[in-house]
């Protein structure tokens, strides 16, 4: 299996804020801890967190407090 990198540069240009990436990431993935049926079966070998950042990057995940122009506008 290859090994996925990601930085935060990665996730900043994802979101346009590094932080909200991180929140978006940790939320997933404590879902994903809570119901792991959920998750793709070659996904399951991988941590929680590791899961959650390839779906962000994947653009599998959306954050729906903030719109990207808004959290883009406060940089």
């Not at 932080?19 to 990431?25: E, P």
């Given at each position: 299996?290859k ?16 932080y909200?990436?991180?929140?978006l990431?940790a ?6 801890r809570?119901t ?11 941590k929680?967190?590791?899961?959650a950042?390839?779906?962000l ?19």
């Amino acid at each position: 299996m290859k090994k996925n990198e990601y930085t935060l540069d990665d996730l900043r240009s994802k979101m346009g804020n590094k932080y909200a990436s991180v929140l978006l990431v940790a939320s997933r993935a404590k879902a994903i801890r809570e119901t792991p049926g959920e998750v793709e079966d070659e996904d399951k070998k991988l941590k929680p967190t590791v899961t959650a950042v390839k779906e962000l990057m994947e653009d599998k995940l959306k954050f729906k407090d903030f719109e990207g122009d808004k959290i883009k506008a406060e940089e």
